[in-house]
């Protein structure tokens, strides 16, 4: 069973520019969630996918946006980057069913840094 | 509306000492909560999970929490500390009816001194 990926591991980027960050979920997993981890803070939800659709958003600006393809895989976009983005961006997929608790497996995280 | 509290940042214990991190949480829904576990350069690792039932739960590495409705409290022990135990720690809380939706406490570093 191939646990959940990332790519890139890190990158740099410059303010203004655009990222694209992508996650392979878990074998089996129809949901994806993705969280930004400021250094030294707690991870912080940005948005969640299930089934090709969002399913719940944080507070994050429109600039942040996603897609999840039908495969499950996913995409975290980021425009007009700030220097304030630069974190570790953790990717989470999970089994969502008719309803109650399921458990969310992380990737290794994509660590972005904004110059 | 839920949120987390983990008191102290930083914890630092001996090797072979009672390992207790602290973790308060605030929700308006009975809660699920959670341990993760941060190893440099690495995502989350999940060491525990309550949900219902046993108040008392058990998860690896010797690892283990009381959930405390009273005291909204959800600590992290373990009875003998190893050098392999220095990580960074985190516990998280849902509702679960929220796309399960995960609130992050602030962190805490542990240091195990040999």
């Known amino acids: 069973e191939t646990g959940v990926t990332q790519s890139p591991t890190h990158l740099i980027k410059t303010r203004g520019q655009q990222v694209t960050l992508r996650c392979s979920s878990q074998s089996g997993h129809n949901t994806v969630s993705w969280y930004q981890q400021a250094l030294g803070q707690g991870p912080q939800f940005i948005f969640q996918?299930?089934?090709?659709?969002?399913?719940g958003r944080g507070n994050f600006p429109p600039r942040f946006s996603g897609l999840q393809f039908p495969n499950y895989s996913s995409e975290l976009n980021v425009n007009a980057l700030e220097l304030d983005d630069s974190a570790l961006y953790l990717c989470a997929s999970s089994s969502q069913g008719a309803g109650g608790l399921y458990e969310q497996y992380f990737g290794p995280g994509t660590r972005l840094t904004v110059t | 509306a839920q949120s987390v509290t983990q008191l102290g940042s930083h914890v630092s214990v001996s090797e072979g000492a009672l390992v207790l991190l602290r973790c308060n949480y605030s929700?308006?829904?009975?809660?699920?909560l959670f341990w993760y576990v941060q190893y440099p350069n690495q995502g989350l690792q999940l060491l525990l999970k309550?949900?219902?039932?046993?108040?008392l739960v058990k998860g690896i590495n010797g690892f283990e929490a009381e959930f405390k409705k009273s005291e909204t409290s959800f600590h992290l022990t373990k009875p003998s500390a190893h050098m392999s135990d220095a990580a960074e720690y985190f516990c998280?809380?849902?509702?679960?009816?929220?796309?399960?939706?995960?609130?992050f406490g602030g962190g805490t570093r542990l240091m195990v001194k040999p």
């Open positions: 309550y949900t219902t039932g046993a108040t």
């Open positions: 996918y299930y089934r090709e659709e969002e399913n």
């Open positions: 998280a809380v849902t509702g679960g009816n929220a796309g399960n939706m995960l609130t």
């Open positions: 929700s308006s829904v009975p809660p699920y």
